[in-house]
């Protein structure tokens, strides 16, 4: 008997690996949607377990759907195998310039190489040890070398009509604190008013504010914010209008309101004139000549650290830096979309993975035009956990009820702490794909992608879906 029951063991798990994958979603997202008042063709999902070869779940997992954010998981994980998880970008300053004490004689040049985490601090730091070299006085010009990238016409407000959001700003070889001005408000019960401070506080900067101060729930206090941007000549006015809760504490709008060159020129001036350093040059563009010297390099984080940013924030300028390096590393500078998307393309057929509906676009998802299937996302999410830069990608997504995007979701449920997910949201698109540990603690790869005006109600759904594959037995 014995040995029949082993026999039948393996006859029923060899069936059981032979049998379809389930095209019917559970009822309990059947039902979600339903409430949602979205139907089920409009959604999008495959489920697999990480040791297997076939799906538990495909349901229309090879339609080509706009994946939003999720997007970012190709190029993170494309940019970990093709450039290493150490790769670094570096920032340097050079000069044809002689030095006399500690007066540089010459134009300084400012050559950047398209690292997305040049911040603020950073930023201070490059200039700082350009000070510590015993540069004080700089009888020159400051001179910007983007040419790392191709130059791109890009319109911020192409997307969605709000060029001056942090999250539309394009990418640049030179990206200095993600070109944003941060507006940081507190409400002051003892004044009645709200105070406004921004940061860098550039002097071509004015602000109007007419908040008024309210104790209101703080729930939606962006939406009882409004903001218009008036520009004068190289000046750029901001009033504030609305009003904003004491409740809130403080909160932050990072608006991006300069152009590209004008914001690193102002930054740099301000800045090295707080070092204690003297310029007075005018602002050029070109590239360095191949007998400056180098003074100083600032060198990032490494990839594995930039990726965290990427993906537990969604930051999409640091996604479309990532994408226009692989090109440049590729196929030489300046990298553009088309060398980044095409490296991306031979090094899935190294894989053996053929993605035929895919279209990358920018590589942050923050498009109208990018696709993917849920099948083959989810194809990718597999390849990555047999990778070994398996640890760097997992660790890079939100953790539910935890961290990033994800810190306030599901909360108090058995998910909590138990799935990697990088999320997408774009009006009419929301999707969900990652690494889910079960009950048993058996790791699924998981994607749901819903396209439909109604796809902003699809909360509950996703997170039946997590639950019923977290809870199966």
């Known amino acids: 008997m014995t040995n029949l029951l082993v026999r ?22 059947t039902q979600a949607l339903h409430t949602a008042g979205i139907p ?89 040890a350009l000070r510590q070299k015993g540069v004080r006085d700089i009888r020159g010009d400051l001179v910007l070398d983007r040419g790392y990238f191709e130059p791109q016409t890009y319109d911020p407000a192409a997307f969605d009509g709000e060029p001056y959001r942090a999250y539309n700003a394009g990418p640049d070889a030179l990206l200095v604190n993600f070109k944003a001005t941060r507006f940081v408000f507190a409400g002051d019960v003892s004044t009645g008013k709200v105070a406004i401070q921004a940061d860098p506080a550039l002097p071509q900067l ?74 007075n040059g005018k602002l050029k563009t070109g590239n360095t000549p191949d007998n400056a010297r180098l003074l100083v390099r600032a060198t990032s ?10 993906n537990k924030y969604s930051n999409n300028v640091m996604a479309r830096q990532t994408l226009l390096t692989i090109g440049a590393e590729q196929s030489g500078t300046p990298g553009n979309i088309e060398s980044g998307g095409k490296a991306i393309r031979t090094w899935l057929a190294g894989k053996h993975l053929d993605f035929n509906e895919l279209v990358i676009d920018n590589g942050a998802g923050l498009s109208r035009e990018s696709r993917i299937s849920s099948r083959h996302l989810g194809a990718l999410l597999l390849a990555a956990y047999d990778s070994p830069m398996m640890p760097e990608l997992m660790s890079s997504l939100p953790v539910v009820a935890v961290d990033g995007t994800l810190e306030q979701r599901m909360k108090n449920t058995n998910i909590a702490g138990r799935a990697h997910l990088k999320t997408g949201s774009l009006d009419g698109v929301r999707a969900v794909a990652g690494y889910l540990l079960d009950a048993r603690n058996r790791r699924w790869v998981v994607v749901f992608m819903i396209n439909h005006p109604r796809a902003g109600a699809s909360k509950a759904a996703q997170d039946a879906l997590l639950e019923w594959l977290h809870n199966r037995d």
């Open 8 to 29: 039948a063991v393996k006859w029923l798990a060899l069936l059981a690996v032979a049998l379809p994958a389930q095209a019917e979603l559970p009822a309990s997202v």
């Open 40 to 128: 089920a063709d409009a959604v999008s999902v495959f489920v697999q377990q990480v040791d297997h070869n076939t799906p538990l779940l495909a349901h229309h997992a090879d339609q080509a759907l706009n994946p939003a954010s999720t997007m970012k998981l190709l190029t993170t994980y494309a940019g970990l195998e093709i450039l290493g998880s150490a790769y670094t970008w570096r920032t340097d300053l050079y000069s044809t310039g002689e030095m006399q004490g500690d007066t540089l004689n010459g134009d300084l040049m400012l050559k950047g190489y398209g690292d997305p985490a040049m911040t603020l601090e950073n930023f201070w730091d490059l200039l700082r």
């Open 206 to 279: 004015n602000i109007v504010n007419q908040l008024a101060l309210t104790q209101v729930p703080c729930a939606d206090w962006k939406d009882r914010l409004g903001y218009k941007v008036a520009r004068n000549g190289q000046g750029v006015t901001v009033t504030f209008s609305g009003n904003y809760s004491v409740a809130c504490g403080e909160k932050s709008l990072d608006l991006s309101l300069f152009d590209d060159t004008v914001y690193i020129f102002e930054l740099f001036k301000q800045l090295w004139r707080e070092q204690g350093g003297s310029f």
């Open 301 to 310: 984080p490494p990839l594995s650290d930039v990726i965290r940013l990427i």
